[in-house]
């Protein structure tokens, strides 16, 4: 039976530690220096033993090892906290990480009250090991984070953060999420379920009541700075509170971002609205009824994109010559012909937005005063509020609604060079006249592009030759590799040979058919390199080497 790699024993952890708030590295620590009880699976476990009312059967896994032991170490926090140990002494803010007291305290063991149901023992270990073990996971936490040296001003951050939190929620799904957790995680608690139950929100058909919980989550987190100890189930929840609210990947990146960043900050972080600007922007051409005001907002909207100085300025760069709107003001007819020209290329612009948004501070600003002069807004902050608006809409909207997220639309397809070359690579489009292979698929969706002609030449050589055998086969060829590079073709183990450093090389496979039965049909004619694989019996490699090879690896 095959263990667990390395990576996916970190999910448990990071998945158990995030649930309880126990800080992940020390179960990683407990794996490696436990290596016991031998479980059902294959794996070694954490140390975890069963005890009271816990049988082996439920913790003879190890997702189940991990469960308990997370358990276990929050309900050991909970006990050395009711002994008198104070938060410094279960956690050493300096350096963000568990005290030396505190391991020591994991290392002797620990067996839980016998009416604990959730935990389960944890035999003792040697305490300078698990140190060791405890400190190499953190620094492999820590390796690509922009950590200060010091981390003694992150509690005070937190705090910070904490207390901007009510006047900047806006009531969004996400938002309101971040604060569960750390309601949840503050009062050590399994489920959300459990937190309305510690709120007393009203729940009905297991949903809360919006309003009551809103209200509650706001008061807990105005209360938060008055009951902050400095424990680790406090510092986790408000850990994972920025975390969330900031829609970031890793616990170290929120750490990271609020010790390089002002935590007083007075502003919700504007990128979450994005999505609210870009639907606004997608439903434009709907909306736009070439009325002077609807002309005007999309006139400013460009002109503040593009930093232009003046209205005059921005017609002229939409192609319209100011002094001919002048000009035909006694002219109706006229008039007009040359609004509908500025209409069509404001329209052009705004189709173009989805597609060109970076998104800069400069850029999403302009979209910002183009959603308050097109909604008639008094000022910034009412145009952000009903942008707040429209995400709750878009949170919640069925598909098909109209108030959902329209579905993108590509960007019109360049016309076909005569010849490609490395400048002019189009993803989308076949690389032979009218073929089934594109771009994307030789490239790895624009990962690899070919970096020059002789390789841009030799992908499209196998294109072409690989479409004939595609026309053959009569099914699509799905591409697993094409052009690699050097130094990728190196990290997967590629010959030093391979063609597929040279770029006219395929490994593919067909739905329904075995690598023999292709191999079989494509045998015959096939000019160069065609190969199958004993271990993979679907995969098929095909080559636009100069001569006839075959081969079974």
């Given at each position: 039976m095959s263990t667990l790699a390395p990576d996916q024993?970190?999910?448990?952890?990071?998945?158990?530690?995030?649930?309880?708030?126990?800080?992940?590295?020390?179960?990683?620590?407990?794996?490696?220096?436990?290596?016991?009880?031998?479980?059902?699976?294959?794996?070694?476990?954490?140390?975890?033993?069963?005890?009271?009312?816990?049988d082996m059967a439920e913790v003879d896994t190890f997702a189940a090892q991990v469960q308990y032991a997370a358990?276990?170490?929050?309900?050991?926090?909970?006990?050395?906290?009711?002994?008198?140990?104070?938060?410094?002494?279960?956690?050493?803010?300096?350096?963000?990480?568990?005290?030396?007291?505190?391991?020591?305290?994991?290392?002797?063991?620990?067996?839980?009250?016998?009416?604990?149901?959730?935990?389960?023992?944890?035999?003792?270990?040697d305490p300078a090991a698990l140190l060791q073990a405890y400190l190499e996971d953190i620094s492999a936490d820590y390796s690509g984070a922009q950590l200060p040296q010091s981390l003694s001003q992150l509690d005070s951050a937190l705090l910070a953060f904490a207390e901007r939190v009510p006047p900047n929620y806006g009531r969004l799904d996400f938002q309101r999420q971040a604060m569960v957790?750390?309601?949840?995680?503050?009062?050590?608690?399994?489920t959300t379920a459990a937190v309305y139950d510690a709120l007393n929100v009203p729940v009905a058909d297991q949903v809360p009541d919006e309003a009551a919980l809103d209200n509650a989550l706001v008061a807990f987190m105005q209360s938060a700075a008055r009951y902050y100890t400095g424990y680790p189930n406090q510092r986790e929840a408000l850990i994972r509170l920025v975390q969330l609210w900031r829609a970031m990947d890793a616990r170290e990146e929120a750490i990271a971002w609020l010790l390089t960043h002002d935590p007083f900050a007075t502003e919700t972080n504007l990128a979450i609205i994005d999505p609210a600007l870009i639907a606004f922007v997608q439903k434009i051409p709907d909306l736009y009824n070439g009325q002077g005001d609807l002309r005007f907002a999309l006139t400013e909207g460009y002109r503040r994109w593009f930093g232009l100085d003046s209205r005059t300025t921005a017609i002229q760069q939409l192609g319209i010559n100011p002094d001919d709107l002048a000009q035909t003001a006694d002219n109706p007819e006229a008039l007009v012909m040359t609004a509908r020209t500025l209409d069509r290329a404001l329209l052009d612009f705004a189709a173009?937005?989805?597609?060109?948004?970076?998104?800069?501070?400069?850029?999403?600003?302009?979209?910002?005063?183009?959603?308050?002069?097109?909604?008639?807004?008094?000022?910034?902050?009412?145009?952000?509020?009903?942008?707040?608006?429209?995400?709750?809409?878009?949170?919640?909207?069925?598909?098909?609604?109209?108030e959902a997220m329209p579905a993108p639309v590509p960007a019109p397809q360049?016309?076909?060079?005569?010849?490609?070359?490395?400048?002019?690579?189009?993803?989308?489009?076949?690389?032979?006249?009218?073929?089934?292979?594109?771009?994307?698929?030789?490239?790895?969706?624009?990962?690899?592009?070919?970096?020059?002609?002789?390789?841009?030449?030799?992908?499209?050589?196998i294109?072409?030759?690989?479409?004939?055998?595609?026309?053959?086969?009569?099914?699509?060829?799905?591409?697993?590799?094409?052009?690699r590079p050097a130094e990728l073709n190196r990290r997967v183990g590629g010959a030093s040979r391979s063609r597929h450093i040279v770029g006219d090389a395929i490994d593919f496979y067909c739905l329904g058919l075995t690598g023999n039965q292709v191999y079989w049909a494509l045998d015959p004619w096939w000019p160069g390199g065609l190969g199958r694989y004993s271990q993979f019996p679907a995969l098929v490699h095909l080559d636009a080497r100069g001569s006839k090879v075959r081969w079974t690896h």
């Open positions: 024993r970190n999910y448990y952890y990071l998945v158990e530690g995030g649930r309880t708030g126990v800080h992940k590295p020390i179960l990683a620590a407990l794996y490696a220096v436990q290596g016991q009880p031998q479980l059902a699976d294959g794996e070694t476990g954490l140390g975890i033993a069963p005890v009271n009312q816990v358990n276990t170490l929050r309900s050991l926090t909970s006990g050395l906290a009711e002994q008198g140990w104070g938060g410094a002494d279960i956690w050493d803010a300096s350096v963000d990480r568990y005290s030396d007291r505190f391991l020591q305290a994991v290392a002797k063991g620990f067996t839980p009250a016998e009416g604990d149901r959730d935990s389960a023992q944890l035999e003792p270990t957790e750390a309601v949840r995680l503050w009062r050590q608690l399994n173009s937005i989805p597609t060109t948004y970076t998104p800069t501070e400069d850029q999403r600003e302009a979209l910002i005063h183009l959603v308050q002069v097109w909604r008639r807004l008094e000022g910034r902050i009412p145009a952000i509020q009903s942008l707040f608006e429209d995400l709750r809409r878009l949170e919640r909207a069925a598909p098909s609604s109209p360049p016309p076909r060079p005569m010849q490609w070359t490395p400048n002019n690579i189009q993803l989308d489009a076949s690389i032979v006249p009218n073929g089934n292979f594109t771009w994307s698929e030789a490239t790895r969706g624009g990962s690899h592009l070919p970096p020059n002609q002789t390789t841009v030449d030799a992908i499209v050589r294109a072409a030759l690989a479409q004939q055998a595609r026309d053959r086969i009569g099914r699509p060829l799905l591409i697993t590799s094409w052009y």
